[in-house]
């Protein structure tokens, strides 16, 4: 090989080398390139990164701040709330649903104190015990074991019904829990030492209070006792005094002792009521009782008070309302005296009316039963219809000072009708009369009251003839319920021109507006009228003489039982009889009895230790055709009645050796033992407070008679006992009235 070749092929392979290190270059650009963009691209995605991180990191520290700061304000709170815990005097604690103390503030804690175990972390069973163990808490004597389980029954208990326990120390705490969230239980422990203290005091103070009030209604009992027992010999005797001989100046003289003996009694009487209704120690004493009886019985004592005046007593007792019920028929009675008693004193004409209708209660077992007296007398002025209810309040004006009262029958009325759960009102126009209501939620009584008596077949037609426009209508009402045709006139030549004829019955007033009710009767009579004429009076015993052509003269107002058995008693024709009195007295008593048998006089015995006191019965009686005996105390009063076997006993409660309860058992005791029949033996007491009564009537007596002794009162009472075969007791001019 030449140079040449060497050469060129040098050259060539020189050449060969460049393009392949120019091709390498141009690799190498490129991958240079192709690195430097990579590299770049690198480069941006580190920036990137750094500068999130850079935002992440300044985020965490934001929220490192936040979270410094709520964590500052969590301490803040916490440590707030629980500073106020500690600020509360009484205990606080919370634990937790497996009964561990999770905190608890200081007063919690200060029963325990010393006591290192106590505090966060114990069970509530645990801290029960030392406090038991330790005699922390006071469990008289009680076992240890039996106070922790109650404690801890109460505890776990559904719902915790809060505690009292007494500390060593006298202080009483009451606990309170309660369930929160997720079982735990928040305690309070309340320190109600001074409320407990307070309670004592007052429990002392009512204790002391009651004990004075005690003693103060012993001292009116034994007040009116004593001043009713010289009261009974002045009344009495000044009763006896106005049956003697007297001169005008002398008469009135004692009049004015009987009246004012009488009014001072009624006073002590109301302020002895009143005085125990301010005690509150008026007790009521529900028992059955005849409602409509007991209205028409006041009208009946009420009436010589409206005598002498235009006033027609009227009553209207709803028809379909029943007529017993269990009620304190004496408070009850209180109560429409008062009122009715009103109404009377008020009234100078026109009438006073009572109605009483009824709402049923509980299915009928119990009546809402409303009364109203309604009169046509002075009525009361606006400005003082607020007034008259409170204590001592009269309407004060020329008009009524000349009506003598305390003042205090209407507060007493309002505080009963209160005290028996009812409530009372007042409807009043000067010059027009006053409606005086209440009403009552009374249970009805079971009775067996027969069904009222159907009119007999033959009647079918009455006619009604009064002159008042109430009056007719209520006769109206209740004939109409005996199914009968009713015709109402107000006048006699009204009722002469309705011509009644053979199937009818006249019900007549005794004062009609043109006439009589006799001379009515006469001229119905002379007109060819035969049927029955029942006459009403208002006036007891008017028309026993004169009333001939009347069939019957009735008493208004009269109960609509009587009125029925009155029309049911009727024969057809005209039968002319002779007058019955509606409600039971002397005469008809005597009357009762057969004229024939005029063997003995009617035997009674008084039992009275004091000497005035039997001369006042004595000289009460005398008129009567009866043979009496005097016990002067309950051991001769159980011998006399051995010996002599009275038909009636008037016995005194308080007597020296053996006192009227005691001498009744006694008696009570030989009748049972020798088989006699029940002698009716009266208490005459001159104790009027409350509950007496319950006392006599348990010793076995039958009946009660407050003292001084009212003539009419013992008249009646005797009146009721006249046995059959007995000679009459009364002598034709003396009848008792039942006052
Ligand atoms: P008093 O014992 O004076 O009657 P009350 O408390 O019963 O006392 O009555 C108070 C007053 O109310 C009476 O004095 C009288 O002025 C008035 N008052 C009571 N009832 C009536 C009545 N029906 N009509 C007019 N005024 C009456």
């Not at 390139?33 to 999130?52: P, Y």
């Not at 304000?73 to 561990?100: H, K, N, P, Q, Y």
């Not at 024969?571 to 057969?594: H, K, N, R």
Request: aromatic share 4%.
């Amino acid at each position: 090989m030449t140079d040449v070749d060497i050469l060129a092929k040098e050259r060539r392979a020189r050449m060969a080398a460049e393009r392949l290190l120019e091709l390498k270059q141009v690799e190498l650009a490129d991958a240079n390139r192709k690195l430097s963009a990579h590299a770049l691209s690198l480069t941006d995605e580190i920036v990137e990164q750094r500068e999130e991180a850079e935002a992440l990191k300044e985020e965490k520290s934001q929220v490192l701040d936040e979270l410094e700061t709520a964590n500052t304000a969590l301490v803040i709170a916490e440590r707030r709330l629980w500073d106020s815990v500690e600020t509360i005097e009484d205990g606080f604690a919370v634990f937790d649903a497996d009964e561990i103390m999770i905190a608890a503030n200081s007063a919690f804690l200060l029963p325990f104190d010393g006591i290192e175990a106590v505090g966060p972390g114990i069970a509530y069973a645990d801290m029960l015990h030392l406090a038991a163990e330790e005699g922390i808490v006071d469990i008289g004597d009680r076992a240890r074991a039996d106070w922790v389980r109650d404690m801890l029954g109460r505890w776990r208990g559904d719902s915790i019904a809060p505690s009292v326990v007494r500390l060593w120390n006298g202080v009483s705490i009451k606990l309170v829990d309660r369930r929160a969230r997720d079982g735990d239980t928040v305690s309070l422990a309340l320190n109600i030492t001074d409320t407990i203290r307070n309670e004592e005091r007052l429990k002392d103070a009512r204790h002391r209070a009651e004990a004075a009030n005690r003693a103060k209604s012993a001292f009116l009992a034994n007040m009116s006792h004593e001043i009713r027992t010289p009261m009974n010999g002045v009344v009495g005797m000044a009763d006896l005094l106005a049956e003697t001989e007297l001169d005008e100046e002398q008469r009135l003289f004692v009049d004015t002792i009987k009246s004012s003996g009488e009014a001072l009694l009624v006073l002590i009487n109301d302020v002895l009521d009143y005085s125990k209704i301010e005690a509150e120690k008026l007790t009521l004493h529900p028992d059955p009782f005849d409602l409509e009886r007991a209205i028409h019985e006041i009208l009946m004592l009420l009436r010589p008070s409206a005598q002498g005046k235009d006033i027609d007593l009227l009553v209207d007792f709803d028809m379909f309302l029943p007529t017993n019920y269990i009620g304190d028929a004496g408070r009850i009675r209180q109560v429409l005296t008062n009122l009715i008693g009103n109404a009377i004193k008020f009234t100078t004409d026109g009438h006073v009316l009572v109605r009483v209708v009824g709402l049923p209660m509980e299915d009928g077992a119990a009546q809402r039963v409303h009364i109203t007296i309604e009169d046509t007398g002075i009525g009361i002025p606006p400005e003082m219809v607020g007034h008259i209810f409170g204590e001592f309040n009269q309407v004060e004006d020329e008009r009524n000072r000349k009506f003598e009262g305390t003042g205090l029958g209407l507060a007493i009325t309002r505080r009963l009708v209160e005290l028996m759960g009812g409530e009372i009102w007042v409807d009043s126009e000067v010059g027009n009369g006053s409606s005086f209501g209440f009403h009552l939620t009374l249970p009805v009584a079971e009775t067996e009251e027969p069904p009222l008596q159907p009119a007999p077949g033959w009647i079918d037609r009455a006619l009604v003839v009064d002159g008042q426009a109430v009056n007719r209508q209520i006769v109206e009402k209740q004939l109409a319920m005996q199914k009968l045709d009713v015709l109402a006139r107000r006048t006699g030549a009204e009722a002469l021109a309705a011509a009644p004829k053979a199937g009818d019955i006249v019900l007549a007033d005794s004062q009609l507006p043109d006439m009589t009710g006799e001379e009515l009767a006469a001229a119905l009579r002379k007109a060819g009228f035969a049927g029955p004429i029942l006459m009403f009076s208002g006036i007891v015993g008017q028309g026993k003489s004169d009333a001939d052509d009347c069939t019957r003269v009735l008493q208004k107002p009269l109960r609509r039982r009587e009125l029925f058995a009155e029309i049911a008693r009727l024969e057809s024709g005209a039968p002319v009889q002779t007058v019955t009195p509606t409600m039971t007295t002397a005469q008809e008593a005597s009357d009762a009895s057969p004229v024939a048998a005029e063997d003995r006089a009617m035997r009674i015995l008084a039992a009275e230790d004091n000497k005035t006191n039997r001369l006042v019965f004595g000289k009460l009686v005398k008129a009567l055709d009866i043979e009496l005996t005097f016990a002067t105390n309950g051991r001769e009063a159980v011998e006399a009645f051995r010996g002599q076997q009275p038909d009636l006993i008037f016995m005194d409660i308080s007597m020296p050796e053996v006192d009227g309860k005691e001498a009744t058992r006694q008696i009570r005791s030989i009748e049972a033992d020798q088989g006699l029949a029940h002698t009716t033996i009266v208490a005459l007491t001159a104790h009027a407070m409350d509950g007496d009564d319950k006392g006599i009537l348990a010793a076995g007596l039958d009946h009660y008679l407050t003292k001084p002794l009212k003539k009419n009162a013992i008249f009646a009472r005797i009146a009721e006992e006249v046995p059959p075969g007995c000679r009459a007791v009364f002598p034709e001019e003396l009848t008792p009235t039942g006052t």
